[in-house]
């Protein structure tokens, strides 16, 4: 991207599956490596669908005001007649953060018009500098914002010094949420890539474990019990092993930490993994759930 190869990235995986950790390393790299990086972050959240293409929006307005307007020489692409880009800049200029709205559906009603005004703003800033956009959770992204993100990565062009990094739920996103729809064509684009983040395998809880504490005694029992409520998701790992220290079970003995799981242990949980373990049991259907119910019950 740095090189002026625009690129769009999505990774996909549960939550706790460490898509966020992962983007914050990429991007304190990026750093390291190119100090004129700019980044733009935006978070999607539920109830999106309320406000359309508002995501877009606010990402439209953190660019003018961390660069103010942009000089016309970085212009790139054709917008439509009478939409060029200080459009973008003019329609924004008198907002506030908390007065922000959607005011491009109020000057023009063809959504197609107002994508490639905006797309062409993107890119322009792209031009300008290298140009990051971290996008979070966009399984809540409404439809206006995901139909866009398909235009701007068709719109974009060599030279363009775009990275697009985006990630979602795998789980949540299967078949429901409107990225999920444009997804298969955002996949027939040559300059998108997709990474699918799965969970530890038992002979690497071990490893990880170590990367946490240090040098650590594990029996296979341990590793099997801590697999086995962890699901090899790297959030509840570290959650399981932060309540044994807390509950002083890890102990030095013979040059390597020990631990010490008690049988009360595995049935206080962690309060992390209980609510992951409610969010499992509401996924289930009805007859799973009756089914769970009478063996309790019994």
């Known amino acids: ?37 700019a980044f733009i972050e935006e978070i999607c959240k539920p109830g999106d669908d309320i406000k359309p293409f508002f995501r877009i929006v606010h990402i439209v307005f953190q660019l003018y ?55 062409c703003y993107l890119r322009s800033h ?33 030279k363009d010094r775009f990275l697009i990094l985006a990630l979602y739920h795998g789980d949540e996103a299967s078949g429901e949420s409107h990225i999920q729809r444009v997804l298969p064509k955002l996949r027939s684009q040559p300059k998108f890539r997709e990474i699918k983040v799965t969970p530890l395998l038992a002979r690497e809880i071990l490893p990880f474990v170590r990367s946490m504490v240090g040098q650590v005694a594990m ?24 309540g044994l220290a807390e509950k002083k079970q890890i102990k030095w003995a013979n040059g ?8 009360d242990l595995l049935y206080k949980l962690p309060k992390e993994i209980e609510d992951q373990l409610i969010k499992n049991l509401d996924k289930l259907g ?13």
């Open 65 to 119: 005001q961390n660069f103010k307007s942009l000089d016309k020489k970085f212009y790139v692409g054709n917008p439509p007649p009478m939409l060029n880009q200080d459009f973008v800049e003019f329609a924004i200029s008198n907002f506030q953060e908390e007065t922000l709205q959607n005011i491009f559906d109020k000057v023009e009603s063809d959504p197609n018009k107002i994508a490639s005004c905006v797309a």
């Open 1 to 37: 991207a740095y090189q002026g190869t625009p690129m769009c990235v999505f990774m996909n995986g549960e939550n706790g599956i460490g898509k966020t950790r992962i983007f914050q390393e990429i991007k304190k790299q990026i750093r390291i490596l190119y100090k004129d990086f």
């Open 126 to 158: 792209a031009n300008a500098h290298p140009f990051c956009l971290i996008l979070e959770d966009i399984h809540f992204m409404d439809r206006k914002s995901s139909e866009f993100l398909l235009y701007l990565l068709s719109a974009m062009e060599a």
């Open 256 to 263: 390597s930490w020990k631990l010490h799981i008690s049988e």
């Open 219 to 242: 029996e296979d029992n341990d590793i099997s019990t801590i697999f086995k409520f962890s699901r090899g998701i790297p959030y509840q790992i570290v959650a399981f092993i932060r």
């Open 286 to 298: 009805k007859h799973q759930k009756d089914i769970l119910y009478w063996l309790a019950i019994s």
